[in-house]
Nanobody, 124 residues
Framework: QVQLVESGGGLVQAGGSLRLSCAAS????????MGWFRQAPGKEREFVAVHNWNGGSTYYADSVKGRFSISRDNAKNTVYLQMNSLKPEDTAVYYCAARRSRVIVVVATAYDYWGQGTQVTVSS
């Protein structure tokens, strides 16, 4: 059973920073792509960033490029999303997702496992 557990969300002022964590368990994720998505109220879930784990490749949505950074810790089976220069429009529930392939994709339906989400609220 694959489990993804996010943590690190919270309330922060515009311009501030947060670091989200996604702890993965249930198997070895060296062949997986790990992504972050977000969903704001009334909006569809959107891609934020992806890391193909062992390959070291990353890809970001234009809206977060230069502000967010995705990384992983193999020893802890954990993926991180460092979010800097946060804006009110970054407010959303952030989800971690895993895909059984190292090919980087940005479509949510291509991911096989999802975490429960963590709320990020950025005040103006």
């Amino acid at each position: 059973q694959v489990q993804l557990v996010e943590s690190g969300g919270g309330l922060v002022q515009a311009g501030g920073s947060l670091r989200l964590s996604c702890a993965a368990s249930g198997r070895t994720f060296s062949s997986y792509a790990m992504g972050w998505f977000r969903q704001a109220p009334g909006k569809e879930r959107e891609f934020v960033a992806v890391h193909n784990w062992n390959g070291g490749s990353t890809y970001y949505a234009d809206s977060v490029k230069g502000r967010f950074s995705i990384s992983r810790d193999n020893a802890k089976n954990t993926v991180y999303l460092q979010m800097n220069s946060l804006k009110p429009e970054d407010t959303a529930v952030y989800y971690c997702a895993a895909r059984r392939s190292r090919v980087i994709v940005v479509v949510a339906t291509a991911y096989d496992y999802w975490g429960q989400g963590t709320q990020v609220t950025v005040s103006s």
